[in-house]
T-cell receptor
Framework: AQSVTQLGSHVSVSEGALVLLRCNYSSSVPPYLFWYVQYPNQGLQLLLKYTSAATLVKGINGFEAEFKKSETSFHLTKPSAHMSDAAEYFCAVSDPGGSNTGKLIFGQGTTLQVKP | NAGVMQNPRHLVRRRGQEARLRCSPMKGHSHVYWYRQLPEEGLKFMVYLQKENIIDESGMPKERFSAEFPKEGPSILRIQQVVRGDSAAYFC???????????FGSGTQLSVL
């Protein structure tokens, strides 16, 4: 069965510092992979997705993620954190085979805190 | 174009009561998904519906939970005889098609006393 593991439920960085949020997946077939962000009292917003094209995926708000098949990882990075990046971030993988990308398996989430 | 609308935002029920959660998808979207987020956990898929059809309910508890998406009106997630363990945030998402971008609502926080 597919699963997603996000390492670190809370990550704290200083404003301007590198953001690195870790995500590892298990899948027997090449998956579709997603990062979503959830701001307080709002729904999830798609940051970026990987669908077997380029392994380095650029998303909104300066975020990017790299698909590494050998490490089964899809870590999210941003070179310089901004206060407005404080939110909860979810990594997700699609149903096996990518037959329905609306049916997602989510990680537990990582809360990003940005300190001034 | 309004986003996915869920109501109510907060719902308080006593044990044994019924909870009805509503979701109006984005205009032009005929695919609806319900997810549940328990405290300290990620979102878990519950059910996938298209207009008037349940396509995949593999994540729905076998008892007390039901969902519908009628031809007219919002999608409804219904929980009968609620228990404390049903307390969670319930999110609805919609899309235009099966592999199209998913848009999430702001969720309904259900609290069972």
């Amino acid at each position: 069965a597919q699963s997603v593991t996000q390492l670190g439920s809370h990550v704290s960085v200083s404003e301007g510092a590198l953001v690195l949020l870790r995500c590892n997946y298990s899948s027997s077939v090449p998956p579709y992979l997603f990062w979503y962000v959830q701001y307080p009292n709002q729904g999830l917003q798609l940051l970026l997705k990987y669908t077997s094209a380029a392994t380095l995926v650029k998303g909104i708000n300066g975020f990017e993620a790299e698909f590494k098949k050998s490490e089964t990882s899809f870590h999210l990075t941003k070179p310089s954190a901004h206060m407005s990046d404080a939110a909860e971030y979810f990594c997700a993988v699609s149903d096996p085979g990518g037959s329905n990308t609306g049916k997602l398996i989510f990680g537990q989430g990582t809360t990003l805190q940005v300190k001034p | 174009n309004a986003g996915v609308m869920q109501n109510p935002r907060h719902l308080v029920r006593r044990r044994g009561q019924e909870a009805r959660l509503r979701c109006s998808p984005m205009k032009g979207h005929s695919h609806v998904y319900w997810y549940r987020q328990l405290p300290e956990e990620g979102l878990k898929f519950m059910v996938y519906l298209q207009k008037e059809n349940i396509i995949d309910e593999s994540g729905m508890p076998k008892e007390r939970f039901s969902a519908e998406f009628p031809k007219e009106g919002p999608s409804i997630l219904r929980i009968q005889q609620v228990v404390r363990g049903d307390s969670a945030a319930y999110f609805c998402a919609s899309s235009r098609g099966v592999n199209e971008k998913l848009f999430f609502g702001s969720g309904t926080q259900l609290s069972v006393l």
